[in-house]
């Protein structure tokens, strides 16, 4: 447990050490000086004989909050696979900045370069608090100081109770994890994937099993992350997506169809035409 909860240290929070796993590693060639965190340029993807990416070119700025909607088997989650590189792609490229191939790198190579992925299913350390899921999750390495007293310093106590405020959890922060709702949990994980320092995150449902509230507190959420870090999220909430009120990316068969404003989406023809068959959308 953390020190200002007065218990003795839980054994699987060591402050002497960060696990291999989650110490990042130096980025000297990340290069976002043009502006565009992501490039996803002629990609395609065939998974014995369909067709799940095709011809794909898809951006995102640096500090770009976007959505990314379409239905079923549209190719949203292969793309997110293939930024995360759990799978690669038959033809293209993908880069991170001007300069990081992404292609040439691993998952974990890929996740210690600065970009994270949030399942639709949150995955946090349920017997643990929240506080303690927090720390395990920070980025960085502790010094021989640190070692010494083994336990947190204030700078980083403050860190993590900011982080905890940011996402909403700062009344529970010693309670475990596994008390909290199915959205607080959602909370948490985005916490977590953000104590790592990610430029890029890729968010999958965010919005699914939530109540009103927590939607509206989740938009809030991502809005206030946007900016720091560019984010992607995956959706099919259309109420949703509406709230978040940024640039809409419609994938179909594989390729990019439309994008734009929401407004823009419901008024394109073509996003009409494929999903609705009517010149009426109400997506």
Not at 237 to 266: C, Y
């Amino acid at each position: 447990m953390s020190q200002s909860s007065g218990t003795q240290q839980n054994p699987l929070i060591r402050r002497d050490r960060v696990f291999e796993f989650l110490i990042p590693r130096q980025v000297d060639d990340l290069d976002l000086s043009h502006g565009t965190a992501l490039y996803l340029e002629d990609i395609s993807v065939n998974f014995d004989g369909f067709q799940a990416i095709s011809g794909l070119n898809f951006y995102v700025n640096k500090g770009e909050l976007r959505c990314l909607i379409g239905p079923n088997g549209a190719g949203k989650t292969t793309l997110m696979d293939i930024v995360t590189g759990k799978t690669r792609p038959d033809t293209g490229s993908a880069w991170f900045g001007q300069r990081i191939n992404l292609l040439r790198m691993d998952e974990a190579e890929i996740a210690q370069v600065g970009i994270g992925r949030k399942f639709q299913k949150p995955s946090v350390f349920e017997n643990l608090s929240v506080f303690d899921n927090l720390e395990l999750s920070m980025a960085g390495t502790r010094n021989l100081w640190k070692t010494f007293r083994a336990k947190i310093d204030g700078q980083t106590l403050s860190r993590l109770e900011s982080m905890a405020e940011t996402i909403n959890l700062i009344d529970h922060l010693h309670s475990p994890a596994g008390m909290l709702s199915h959205g607080q949990k959602q909370w948490l994980e985005i916490g977590m994937l953000i104590m790592q320092n990610p430029l890029l995150l890729l968010v999958d449902e965010p919005a699914a099993g939530m109540t009103h509230q927590e939607m509206d507190q989740t938009v809030e959420l991502l809005t206030a992350l946007a900016g720091d870090h560019a984010i992607v999220v995956v959706e099919h909430d259309m109420d949703f997506v509406r709230a978040l009120n940024a640039p809409v990316t419609v994938l179909h068969q594989g390729s990019v169809l439309a994008e734009g404003s929401m407004a823009e989406i419901q008024a394109n023809p073509d996003v009409m035409r494929v999903y609705l068959g009517t010149e009426d959308v109400s997506c």
